[in-house]
């Protein structure tokens, strides 16, 4: 192709994209613009190093650490908690380049995408921001794409309805979000008890019966003695709560069977979302949990879907589905090219309740949204 | 002449000077023409090679980037600079200086962290509890990044620090750090201990090989000449030269000294005469030569090698071997 031919194909995307952000617009999205630049702090505290690694990173003379902006969530959001409207309900959408290493694609491409903060009505939010997805795939000529759906939200529920010591639930939270298929991972997950020096095994097992409070005043009593204080930005009381925490465990190293059995079946679950529904509540019923808020927003959301005319028989759900970023919270979508042509999602998206307060909201502000990647849908998606 | 064969030898300290005897005891005399400070040298007797004087790091840029044909200088700084190391660089051996480890160090007030598994558990509920991730820092960004992976660790973030990272958690700029260790003492004077699974590795100087510098037949004839040096001065260590008269009936007496004592007899089987060579690991002398005289030897002598040039050169074949691959 010759470069006049290229930037006649560039400019024709260019207008379709910006058609795609007008219709987002028309539903009532505001459109904005964040920085390119960004301080590099609140996404190496909310990514993970696993993005770290594929940022581009520099510094300004003063020696703050600036990056490209690897994606939009995060500055929309910040942009949003700087704002007098901060705390009220407010949509934005965007149009631009974001910034990240990748090895067969561009490491600058286009993003569009829409954050829907500070909306209380979540099922309906969730919805929304699915049926947007919808109409950006179709935007490009890809009326029916693959849809993938989880719900984060569910596996908490589950994790805080067991029976489990706390180290066990932290640890099922984490890897859930960060193992592709934490069902294969449940087989070797032993807990860190198990690893503890045999020379404290007998001043664990005493603890473990003992008074909690005083147990606790006695370990930091201890720490204190041996002249040891806080370093590194956890206290003494924490030190010594985690240490007998492990007493508490006790010889509980593994995870009980029958637990293993409810989560491994509870993480086998696949279907449409109304099947998935029924089953959800029949291993609530049988294990008596209570999963009732989560399965009630469940089935809320699905009824949304189908009230904005998503054929919710074409949706797969699985419990299982986790976006690998431990910042989504509840719902969780990606939309597919059917054929399998495209490199990886062409949409994806989900809920992210506690990203707000992590970048320093003092009260909790609800949050969903959703991304689309231009070239890959101008790409694989057929004519206009 | 075309390009000479550039090496990279560190230009500082305790390497320069370790690096500078390893090469001398090979016959690879380095010479500074223009004095000391001279950044740049030769080889004694050996044209077309130039040496050049750089720092570790510097040196394990350039063998990223193909500019230089060898470099001495320290496994972690190839892990941690060279993305995808094997496939830039060839590690050729291990030159025994230079040692050091590469570990995950904690307060020693984290009395219930013991392991990476603790860490990541501590980790998680850091960020619970703070809600901010645990700081690691560290000038390894890469082995960290790969290690904690490899342990499922996520919730932390790394703290670049370009010197004395062990003083990161007193000062309150970091919760732990990932350093390099030799003896341990700089971790403990800052009440620091090293988790118990937590060497991501075990470091030494290296003679290290670059896959993409230019290997035509002339830098392949010096390197095969410098490495056949460095082989035979290396054989020459590892082994002593130990010569005995023999009894009758030896062959299969000596078949047994080569199974027990891990010998080798570099020149065959004992003469008519029953006069044999043998080359016994350092540690195995006095052993063999007790054994040697309980089988009839009158007399057994001992001496230290210089070098051993042997038919195959065990180095060069290793950097073919990575240069084909």
Known sequence: MTSAATRSAERASDKRAEALVASFERAGYTRVAPAILQPAEPFLDLSGEDIRKRMFLTSDPHGRELCLRPDLTIPVSRDYLASPGAGKAHGFCYLGHVFRHRQNEPSEFLQAGIESLGRPDIAAADAEMLALGLDTTAHYGLSAPAIHIGDVGLFAALIAALDLAPAWKRRLIKDFNHKSSLAQDLERLTISASHARPEYQGVLAALAGSDPKGAHALVTDLLSIAGISAVGGRSVGEIADRFLEQAALGAQTSLPRETRALIERFLAIAGDPDEAAAELRTIAKDGSLKLNAALDLFESRTGFLAARGVDVRRIKFSTAFGRGLDYYTGFVFELHDPQGRAEGQLVAGGRYDGLLTRLGSTKPIPAVGFAAWIERLAARGGAA | ?325
């Not at chain 2, 570099?266 to 005289?293: D, I, K, Q, Y």
């Open chain 2, 1 to 325: 002449m075309s390009a000479p064969f550039v090496i990279a030898v560190p230009a500082k300290g305790r390497l320069q000077e370790n690096a500078a005897r390893f090469f001398s005891r090979a016959g690879l005399e380095l010479i500074k023409p223009r004095g000391a400070r001279d950044y740049r040298g030769t080889i004694a007797g050996l044209g077309g090679v130039e040496v050049t004087f750089l720092s570790a790091s510097e040196i394990t840029e350039l063998l990223g980037q193909g500019m230089v044909h060898f470099g001495v200088t320290g496994e972690d700084l190839v892990r941690e600079m060279i993305l995808d190391a094997d496939s830039k660089v060839i590690l050729i051996d291990g030159l025994g200086f230079g040692h050091a480890n590469v570990v995950v160090a904690v307060p020693q007030a984290w009395i219930d962290v013991h392991s990476m598994a603790d860490l990541d558990d501590v980790a998680t509920a850091f960020r619970l509890k703070h809600n901010r991730k645990l700081r690691v820092a560290t000038k390894y960004i890469n082995l960290t990044r790969d290690f904690f992976s490899a342990h499922g660790v996520t919730d932390y973030r790394i703290v670049a620090s370009s010197g004395a990272t062990e003083g990161a958690p007193a000062a309150g700029t970091a919760e732990l750090i990932v350093d390099i260790t030799t003896t341990g003492a700089t971790l403990s004077a800052n009440a620091l201990k090293v988790i118990d699974d937590g060497v991501i590795l075990r470091s030494q100087a290296n003679l290290v090989a670059a896959r993409t510098a230019h290997w035509g037949e002339s830098e392949r004839a010096i390197a095969r000449l410098m490495l056949d040096r460095l082989a035979s001065e290396a054989r020459g260590r590892a082994f002593r030269e130990v010569r005995a008269r023999l009894a009758d009936n030896h062959d299969a007496m000596l078949a047994d000294a080569q199974k027990r004592f891990k010998v080798e007899i570099p020149f065959g089987n004992a003469t008519s005469s029953g006069m044999v060579t043998l080359h016994c690991p350092p540690g195995e002398v006095h052993a063999l030569a007790s054994f040697l005289r309980e089988q009839g030897a009158e007399a057994v002598t001992v001496a230290d090698l210089g070098y051993v040039f042997a038919r195959d050169n065990p180095l060069f074949t290793r950097l073919e071997a990575g240069l084909a691959g």
